[in-house]
């Protein structure tokens, strides 16, 4: 609990609020205190004003001391305020207390007069409002103290509205980190099929779409991993089959080890040594450690020879090869064995593929920067479903996997491979029944 996430969200809310709503209002209560206080200063000089015109008015009428008593009562009752008036001798001549009457005041501990009485502008006499620190009018004191009730009950409610508030945004937070926690624990159990529930766009809703794609990248590595050790097992255990049936065969006798039982075992022979050749050169290209050495290539020459060593096969099936090359073609910079390499993998893969009576189309030509070379075939064409998975390694669109409809799916993969290590890029397009293209690109050499 302490640890988690919901909880470090709100004791930092808390934290926050706490401190900005401490600061407020003691910056409030201070400012509104410093305003009441100017504000109670002004009163109280206007009130001393107003003291000093009535106390002067009633002396400049009466031209005595006893009339100013009633004068000092009435204005002392209705300002909840003690008024003491004295002679210039400091006299105490009336007093609202009634307790310092005929006494001599003035001097520490008093404090200075309040104000003066004036008799024809000359000063007879002064007046003290509340001497001696009296405690300030109740309704000064229960103004201050409603002030910083009114802020504390501020500052409670500010910190209860946070607390909810962080509650509620906090669950709609770390819900979705709790979902993805939970489906990464399942993933890492080995259950490659969950998923999480994408309900937002922002970063969160982001962080579930790329859960999502890794699970979903993960299910198909796993699935191709799976089908890559059938299909490794597959292709190895046929021919070693046949060898095995061939020398047991020899040794019991009922075959005689004659020339054609050595073409036969030189034959399967041959195909595991192609298998394992193209399983450490797929390795070594996905590893990055395939080594290339790059030069000018003409790819229309290396067409035309491919289509010179392979027409006799071609012949054979009644497929014509054909290569559409303009003369005036610039160069690739590409490593002359690997580009021969790629193009006889599409041309094989386009003859397997192609009915007799068909035909096999190579083309190039410059595309800006790069080099585009397609080898169009008119075979019966790819679904659309296996379109996304024809360069992925061991992948047959036939799921019998026998040596009439392909080799091992080794081809294509090292095809893609090849063409990423020289920078270009692979694609292939198709329509059932209408044949295949595919395509790939190289780097112009540069002039």
Not at 11 to 37: D, H, K, N, P, Y
Not at 167 to 184: D, N, Q, W
Not at 299 to 320: C, F, K, N, Q, W
Request: overall charge neutral.
């Amino acid at each position: 609990m302490l640890h988690s996430l919901r909880f470090r969200l709100l004791i930092a809310t808390l934290l926050i609020v706490l401190v900005t709503v401490s600061v407020m209002a003691v910056f409030a209560s201070q400012r509104t205190v410093g305003e009441f206080r100017d504000f109670a200063a002004r009163d109280d000089r206007l009130r001393q004003r107003g003291l000093s015109q009535a106390l002067s008015r009633a002396y400049t009428q009466a031209q005595n001391w006893q009339d100013l008593q009633p004068v000092i009562d009435e204005w002392s009752q209705a300002n909840s305020q003690r008024i003491v008036v004295t002679d210039r001798q400091g006299q105490v001549l009336g007093d609202s207390g009634k307790d310092l009457m005929g006494k001599t005041v003035g001097g520490p501990p008093w404090p200075p007069p309040s104000g003066s009485i004036l008799f024809d502008g000359a000063p007879v006499g002064s007046f003290y409002v509340n001497p001696m620190s009296s405690p300030p009018p109740p309704a000064r004191t229960d103004f201050m103290i409603a002030v910083y009730r009114s802020v504390l009950l501020g500052a409670l409610i500010a910190g209860a509205v946070a607390v909810v508030i962080t509650l509620f945004v906090s669950r709609r937070i770390v819900k979705p980190v709790e979902s993805l926690t939970a489906a990464a624990r399942r993933m890492e159990k080995g259950d490659l099929t969950t998923r999480v529930n994408v309900k937002s766009s922002d970063e969160i809703g982001q962080l579930a779409h790329a859960f999502n794609a890794m699970a979903d990248g993960l299910a198909k590595q796993e699935q191709l991993r799976r089908n890559m050790v059938s299909d490794v097992a597959h292709e190895l255990r046929t021919p070693l089959t046949n060898l095995r049936g061939y020398l047991e065969a020899a040794k019991d006798g009922l075959v005689q080890p004659d020339e054609a039982l050595v073409d036969n075992l030189h034959e399967e022979a041959m195909l595991l040594s192609r298998l394992v050749n193209d399983l450490q050169e797929l390795a070594l290209a996905e590893a990055g450690q395939l080594h290339l050495e790059c030069q000018p290539v003409s790819v229309g020459d290396v067409a035309r020879a491919l289509v010179e060593v392979l027409s006799p096969l071609a012949s054979t099936r009644d497929i014509s090869l054909v290569v559409h090359v303009p003369d005036d073609l610039p160069k690739a910079q590409a490593d002359p064995h690997r580009v021969r390499q790629v193009l006889r993998n599409l041309l094989n893969n386009a003859l397997d593929f192609t009915p007799q009576g068909g035909q096999v189309t190579v083309t190039a030509q410059p595309d800006g920067k790069w080099m585009s070379i397609q080898v169009r075939d008119t075979g019966p064409g790819i679904t659309p479903a296996h379109l996304p998975y024809v360069f992925e390694r061991f992948y047959r669109a036939d799921p019998s996997r026998t040596r009439a409809t392909g080799g091992a799916g080794l081809g294509l993969a090292i095809v893609k491979q090849l063409v990423e290590a020289h920078g270009g890029r692979v694609w292939v397009e198709s329509t059932p029944g209408a044949g295949a293209t595919f395509g790939f690109t190289l780097p112009l050499a540069s002039s």
